[in-house]
C-alpha cells in the first residue's frame, strides 16, 4: 500500500507488536489518546504523523484520515473488565467514528481489532478444559455469531457489525481479527486457554500486514499463531488473507526453568 | 405470569398493538419517554403503574423493574433513518440499561424489539424483487449473522449480543424479535417489501404473548404474518414460542378500490 495508513492506539501492544517489525514498510500515522514516548514511535515516523487525540473526537480522526489508503484500528479501552460506560464510548462509539471517517475519507480498507472476548461464551463448562488441549477438534472460524463474555466482548462484537454495515452499504474493505493472546516472547506458562490462542509478536505484525495487503469483501478472522492447540480455526485467515503464522505456543509449553 | 410486566416504549405503535389485545391479561407497568395520553393507557391500567422515564436513566429504569417478572423492552429511536448518536444512546445504552436492571432485579424473561433493519442488506439486488414474492424459497431464520441496513440496524443487532451476553452470563430468558412491517388493519398497498414482512396488530399482540408465556434461554426470531410472501421464517417462533399466527398478507394483496 503506498498511501499512509493510520493505525490508532498506536502505543498499545498490539500496535507496538506491529510496528516493530512494520515500522519501515508503511507510511504511517500513529494516533493515540496519550503523547507517545519516544521510543514507542519508529524512527522512520515523523513527528508530525503522530497525532494525539480521542478515537470519539470527529474532526480529529477526520484529519488523521486525510488521505490515508488503510486504517488498523486499535484504538479503545482493552480491559476484559471494562465498565459499560467505557466500552460504550471508547470501543463502540469511536470504532463507529472511524468506520464513518473511512468513508468519508474515501479510504480502502479498515482493519478493526476484534477479540477473543467477543466470543468467549463458546467456552462453556461441559467443554473446558478439553477445548483448549490438542486433542480437542472443536472449533471456532469466524461464521459463528458472538457469544461475548464480558461487556468488553459486546463491544467488539458490536465494532464487528458496524464493520458489517460499513461493507455492504457503504463498500468499505473490512476485516475484523479476533485476535487471541498476545504476549512477548512467549506465551503464558501455566495456563492452557492463553496457550490455545496465543499469538506472537511477529505472528501478529504478519497478520496485520496481510490485512491491509491481501484483497477482501467483508471478513472476520481469528488472530493465533499455528498452535496445537487450538479452537479457533486459521483457516479462513490463511486462504483469504495468505496469513501464514510460524509459532506454536507448544513449542514453549514449559516454563525453562521447569525443563 | 403473575407478577408485572413492564412494557417499554407503550406509547409506540408495537406497544400499543400488545395493549389492545393483551390489557387485561397482564399486571402491566408502562414506561415511557413522553407522558402517555390517556387513550393510550388501558383502563385496567393504575397511573402510578405508568412512568414517565428515558430508558437510559438507570435509577428511573430500576424503579420501573422493581417486582416485575418480564420485560417487553420496545423504547428506543424506532427511526430507520435515525442518527447514529440517537441510536447510540437510546437504542444501544437504552437497552444496556434494560437488561442490566432486569439481572439486578431478578427478572426472569425479556423480549426485546429488535428489528428487519439488522437483516436488511440480505435483500441484495441480485435477490431483489424475488425475494418478496410467493414462489421465491431464499429464508432467513434467525441463525444468520445480522447485516443491518442502517445505523438504526446495526444498533439493534448490538442489543442482541447485549441480550446473548445477559443470558451467557447472567441466566437471563432472553428473546429477540425481528419485527417485520406491523400496520393496522391491512398490509401495506403496492408494497411487495412490506406485505413479504407484514405483521397484523393481532399476530403482533400474540406473538409477545407467547414471549411472555414460553420457556426458552435465548432466541432470535421473526416477528411476522404467516404471509404466503416471505423470506424470514416463522419455524423457529412456532416451534420454540408456539406462535400460531392468523393474518396472511396474501388476503390483501389488491386495495379494495382495485379490485
Redesign the interface.
Known amino acids: 500500500m503506498d498511501d499512509p495508513v493510520l493505525l490508532t492506539g498506536a502505543g498499545g501492544r498490539v500496535g507496538q507488536a506491529i510496528l516493530r517489525d512494520l515500522a519501515d514498510d508503511y507510511d504511517w500515522r500513529l494516533l493515540d489518546r496519550e503523547p507517545l514516548p519516544r521510543e514507542k514511535i519508529p524512527e522512520s515516523v515523523d513527528d508530525d504523523a503522530v497525532y494525539v487525540a480521542d478515537v470519539t473526537d470527529d474532526d480529529a480522526v477526520l484529519e488523521a484520515v486525510d488521505g490515508v489508503g488503510g486504517i488498523i484500528h486499535l484504538a479503545g479501552d482493552p480491559r476484559p473488565e471494562a465498565p459499560?460506560d467505557s466500552v460504550?464510548r471508547n470501543n463502540?462509539?469511536g470504532t463507529?467514528t472511524i468506520f464513518?471517517a473511512a468513508v468519508e475519507a474515501g479510504v480502502e480498507k479498515v482493519a478493526f481489532a476484534s477479540s477473543n472476548h467477543a466470543v468467549g461464551?463458546y467456552e462453556t463448562d461441559d467443554r473446558t478444559p478439553d477445548l483448549y488441549r490438542p486433542h480437542d477438534e472443536y472449533r471456532l472460524d469466524g461464521?459463528e455469531?458472538?457469544?461475548?463474555?464480558?461487556?468488553y466482548?459486546?463491544s467488539k462484537?458490536?465494532g464487528e457489525?458496524?464493520g458489517?454495515?460499513y461493507h455492504?452499504?457503504h463498500d468499505l474493505s473490512v476485516v475484523c481479527v479476533r485476535i487471541g493472546n498476545l504476549t512477548r516472547g512467549h506465551p503464558p506458562w501455566n495456563y492452557e486457554r492463553g496457550q490455545a490462542m496465543w499469538l506472537s509478536y511477529r505472528d501478529c505484525a504478519h497478520l496485520f500486514d496481510r490485512c491491509l495487503q491481501a484483497d477482501y469483501g467483508y471478513e472476520v478472522v481469528y488472530g493465533i499463531s499455528d498452535n496445537e492447540r487450538k479452537y479457533y480455526s486459521i483457516d479462513r485467515a490463511r486462504d483469504v488473507l495468505g496469513y501464514d503464522p510460524i509459532d506454536n505456543s507448544a513449542e514453549f509449553e514449559q516454563h525453562p526453568k521447569n525443563q
Chains 1, 2 share one sequence.
Open positions: 459499560w460504550l463502540i462509539d463507529h464513518a461464551a461464521t455469531p458472538p457469544r461475548p463474555s464480558n461487556l466482548g459486546v462484537a458490536s457489525i458496524l458489517r454495515y455492504d452499504n
